[in-house]
């Protein structure tokens, strides 16, 4: 099974940033496709970015512009910058890996964004 382990989280100030880093196990790391979730309270999970093998990048309207997913294949980790963070990113953000039946997930990392 892969071992995801999310890092970065913490308080930051609206407008402020963040960058999530998770790193992976395992060998095939450049085969999975990654994405970035959260949760926030009283939520459902939602998926906030993704990136495939061949880099390409997807995410949800609210961060477009803010967020930014990106891959080093050579470290097997995964980063999320969030730029302009505004108290609604508060969530546990969680790492997300996928490949065939793979679907492996870390064990989240919170952000809260407050004055």
């Known amino acids: 099974q892969v071992q995801l382990v999310e890092s970065g989280g913490g308080l930051v100030q609206p407008g402020g940033s963040l960058r999530l880093s998770c790193a992976a196990s395992?060998?095939?790391?450049?085969?999975?496709?990654m994405g970035w979730y959260r949760q926030a309270p009283g939520k459902q999970r939602e998926l906030v970015a993704v990136?495939?093998?061949?880099?390409?990048?997807n995410y949800v309207d609210s961060v477009k512009g803010r967020f930014t997913i990106s891959r080093d294949n050579a470290k097997n980790t995964v980063y999320l910058q969030m730029n302009s963070l505004n108290p609604e990113d508060t969530a546990v953000y969680y790492c997300?890996?996928?490949?065939?039946?793979?679907?492996?997930w870390g064990q989240g990392t919170l952000v809260t964004v407050s004055s």
């Open positions: 997300n890996a996928k490949f065939g039946v793979l679907d492996a």
């Open positions: 395992g060998n095939i790391f450049s085969r999975y496709i």
């Open positions: 990136i495939t093998s061949g880099g390409g990048t």
